[in-house]
């Protein structure tokens, strides 16, 4: 008998999710010299990672053949130390350490969550150009997700409230959201948080948040009611290859994912660069400068062109080339990876992720070029 008929059905039916192109797999399937390519793909840090997580990383490895700290007792009171001195609302709960829990990502902690709160024949919901994860776990679950369409880019909170059923556990709100770079309003959100019915957890997943300067009172939200807020060290701090993020929630909460997170499942040397990270206020600071100025740029040339684009408030930028497979095949060819969108539901998108200003003219330059034939 063949393994696939020996596997639970709804494992055969799971879509397997498909990431950014390596520049390596480029580079091999077109013949091209890897250090020519540049990857605008995964919204990853082009300035690379945090030098100060680069130096306690490598301290790291002189101990690689221990076990990590299986609960990561110091970036976790790092994290607590963090919180607590960045809260805009200084009147809500102090947070501890066992409002805290790690993971490798934050995608980890959306997995703790469908195992510790989400059985088959449950609902979650989430938006339909939302990060795929959501309805993929759903699938893995044997739940279903409700996909509500977006509003101008946007989560429409008042249509997912209105999906709700006694059914739903999670609800997702990805905000600012990939792959749009939009962001709810701070009024929207809060009304979405106080009609949120008690048997539904809200999941806010901020990947991004690092890029607002004006980020919604979401912490709050998580140390007052049903919520808890996801972030990750991938993105400002440019550790996605090592993997680590955490979850911010009320204790009880917390309390039942360290239930079912496996022991070690972050290791030390991510747990090492991602404390020191959190010190390079310098890093993140010339990170967002960069984005900025990327954004601007990108923003201009997609104007020029006549192109229809989201304005962002991320680190990356969605836009209307007409064929997003074929441009993003032309575009490859010529060293420059990029992420149709087809998979969400926008074949006519990319999404371009802001790189350095060469890496952003390159990309224009080689835009107009595929767009000319």
């Not at 939009?182 to 901020?206: M, N």
Request: hydrophobic share 45%; charged share 25%.
């Amino acid at each position: 008998m063949s393994f696939t008929s020996l596997a639970n059905q709804f494992v055969c039916d799971v879509p397997v999710y498909e990431p950014g192109r390596p520049i390596e797999e480029v580079a091999r399937e077109m013949g091209l010299d890897p250090r020519t390519i540049i990857k605008l793909a995964s919204n990853e840090n082009p300035l690379g990672p945090s030098p100060k997580a680069l130096v306690a990383m490598r301290r790291a490895l002189a101990t690689a053949h221990l076990y990590p700290d299986g609960g990561g007792f110091y970036l976790r009171q790092a994290l607590t130390k963090k919180l607590n001195g960045s809260g805009r609302d200084r009147a809500r709960p102090s947070i501890s350490m066992d409002n805290i829990i790690l993971g490798t990502g934050s995608n980890e902690i959306i997995v703790f969550l469908y195992h510790a709160f989400v059985s088959p024949g449950d609902e979650v919901v989430a938006g339909d150009r939302a990060f795929v994860i959501y309805s993929i776990m759903a699938k893995m679950f044997q739940a279903r997700c409700v996909e509500v369409p977006f509003r101008g880019h946007t989560h429409d909170l008042k249509a997912m409230l209105a999906a709700i059923t006694p059914k739903t556990k999670l609800v997702f709100v990805a905000n600012p959201n990939n792959p749009t770079g939009t962001r709810v309003t701070d009024a929207e959100l809060d009304d979405f948080i106080r009609r949120l019915p008690p048997h539904v957890i809200a999941v806010l997943d901020e990947a991004y948040i690092e890029f607002l300067d004006d980020p919604p009172s979401s912490i709050k939200y998580a140390m007052e009611r049903n919520v808890i807020v996801l972030r990750t060290f991938s993105k400002i701090v440019g550790l996605a290859g090592v993997r680590i993020g955490y979850g911010v929630a009320q204790k009880e909460c917390i309390a039942l994912l360290q239930r079912v997170r496996q022991p070690f499942n972050t290791n030390a040397i991510a747990q090492a660069g991602a404390l020191a990270a959190l010190g390079d206020a310098a890093h993140i600071r010339k990170t967002k400068a960069l984005t900025r100025r990327g954004l601007a740029y990108l923003e201009k040339e997609f104007k020029k062109l006549k192109l229809e684009f989201v304005p962002s408030c991320a680190n990356f930028v969605l836009v209307n080339v007409g064929d997003g497979d074929e441009v993003f095949r032309a575009l490859q060819r010529g060293g420059v990876i990029v992420r149709p969108m087809r998979g969400y539901k926008m074949p006519a998108w990319v999404r371009v992720t802001v790189g350095t200003m060469p890496e952003n003219r390159r990309f224009i330059g080689a835009l107009k070029a595929s767009l000319s034939k």
